[in-house]
């Protein structure tokens, strides 16, 4: 008997060891209005996870999830940011929006810990609201309407716009905002007139009529607008027989809102991949079959691919920092300059966690269908000032 203790110690020592998953935690909405944007981007952030896993994993780890509703409700935020902190998350993954997702952004912070919003386009939702370890892989709003500005003004020789602002949420004031800004820099170009309206107005009738009352119909008309007041007033104008180009920011990508506008044409909204197929790169078609592979449907937008972008480049810092520590790894996202991503290069900076330049595919509805008909990256970034609305 006494020979058997040194043969199992032995025995016990020769099995392998197997590294401790790396956890990440995802702090987002599985309940409320704030669902139907989290969920896109969550599942799309969980098949590039998938994929790491297939290959090895990450610093030879295999990466684990937890998970943790926040009810879209701020207080819920903050506590789904303490429970997946304590089931052991290293990164936290949190909501779409900077208002939801803050809360447990700022958990995550504390902790000296990396945090990346699903999709927020707000520029607080990085260094200038939460902290110097958050971030957003996603294309600022005012990036989508300086987007539009100079595209339509270079591709369809627009000179005079009339900006028409939702005042509903303040991705809407950013999409304007970045038009503004652009607009007005580029030769010949005027912006006419300027309104705004509520997303849940029945009516935008006045509105309507001040347009109409302009000298010369508008070449573009930028609503920056969100559903479903977007789609009411498309409706409206094009009613009122007015046949100015409809730009939009990225926020109505998608087909399921057309039957509200039958037969809709010259509607125009930056993306950062096409779901409908048509996307040169064969990486977005990729992804676009996994998505359906995983849920049984195509992507309904664009907002899915934020979350497999953010997994990317939080992976590939983690790799080349040897360390899922916050500052180190923020360290390495900091030195990404156009990085290659399968949704077009990313950078980010000290001063900037977010994107104020993209390549974005250019969508149009015609006939009532949409589909690519061009990419545009703008000639030069988004001023900060401009990003903090200054």
């Known amino acids: 008997m006494r020979l058997a203790c040194p043969v199992l110690?032995?025995?016990?020592?020769?099995?392998?060891?197997?590294?401790?998953?790396?956890?990440?935690?995802?702090?987002?909405?599985?309940?409320?209005?704030?669902e139907a944007y989290d969920t896109p981007a969550d599942t799309a952030a969980k098949i590039r996870i998938d994929e790491i896993n297939a290959a090895g994993g990450l610093l030879g780890r295999q990466i684990r999830i937890v998970e943790a509703d926040?009810?879209?409700?701020?207080?819920?935020?903050?506590?789904?940011?303490?429970?997946v902190l304590d089931q052991g998350a290293e990164m936290m993954v949190v909501s779409c929006d900077y208002d939801f997702g803050a809360p447990a952004a700022l958990v995550a912070e504390g902790e000296g810990m990396n945090s990346f919003f699903l999709c927020a386009e707000d520029v607080k939702a990085g260094i200038q609201g939460v902290g110097p370890l958050s971030f957003s892989s996603s294309v600022l709003a005012p990036v989508q309407g300086a987007?539009?500005?100079?595209?339509?003004?270079?591709?369809?020789?627009?000179?005079?716009?009339y900006v028409l602002e939702d005042t509903f949420i303040e991705y809407n004031k950013g999409i304007c905002t970045g038009f503004n800004w652009m607009f007005s820099t580029l030769e010949g170009a005027e912006i006419v007139g300027t309104d705004t309206f509520k997303n849940d107005d029945a009516s935008i009738a006045s509105q309507i009529t001040r347009i109409k009352a302009l000298p010369a119909e508008p070449d573009v008309i930028m609503l920056c607008s969100v559903m479903p007041g977007a789609a009411a007033a498309v409706r409206q104008i094009r009613a009122a027989g007015i046949n100015s180009l409809i730009l939009n920011g990225s926020a109505v990508d998608g087909s399921y809102w057309l039957d509200a506008?039958?037969?809709?044409?010259?509607?125009?909204?930056?993306?950062?991949g096409s779901i409908y197929g048509d996307d040169p790169r064969p990486d977005v078609e990729a992804f676009n079959a996994a998505y359906e592979a995983k849920t049984g449907a195509r992507p309904a937008s664009q907002y899915a691919y934020?979350?497999?972008?953010?997994?990317?480049?939080?992976?590939?810092?983690?790799?080349?920092?040897?360390?899922?520590?916050?500052a180190a790894v923020t360290a390495e996202l900091e030195k990404m300059q156009d990085e290659p991503t399968a949704f077009g290069p990313r950078s980010f900076s000290a001063e900037l966690h977010h994107q104020n330049t993209a390549l974005?595919?250019?969508?149009?509805?015609?006939?009532?269908?949409?589909?690519?008909?061009d990419e545009w990256r703008i000639s030069r970034p988004v001023p900060l000032d401009v990003l903090m609305g200054k």
Request: charged share 20%; net charge neutral.
């Open 147 to 161: 987007t539009m500005a100079e595209w339509s003004h270079a591709k369809r020789n627009a000179r005079s716009a």
């Open 9 to 34: 110690v032995l025995t016990a020592l020769a099995l392998p060891l197997h590294a401790e998953d790396l956890t990440v935690g995802f702090a987002i909405a599985k309940s409320g209005w704030m």
């Open 360 to 373: 974005m595919q250019v969508i149009e509805i015609t006939g009532g269908k949409p589909a690519r008909v």
């Open 70 to 83: 926040t009810r879209t409700d701020r207080a819920e935020s903050a506590k789904a940011g303490l429970d």
């Open 306 to 326: 934020p979350g497999y972008v953010l997994i990317d480049l939080w992976a590939k810092a983690v790799e080349r920092a040897g360390t899922t520590e916050g």
């Open 261 to 272: 506008t039958p037969d809709l044409s010259g509607f125009v909204v930056p993306v950062q």
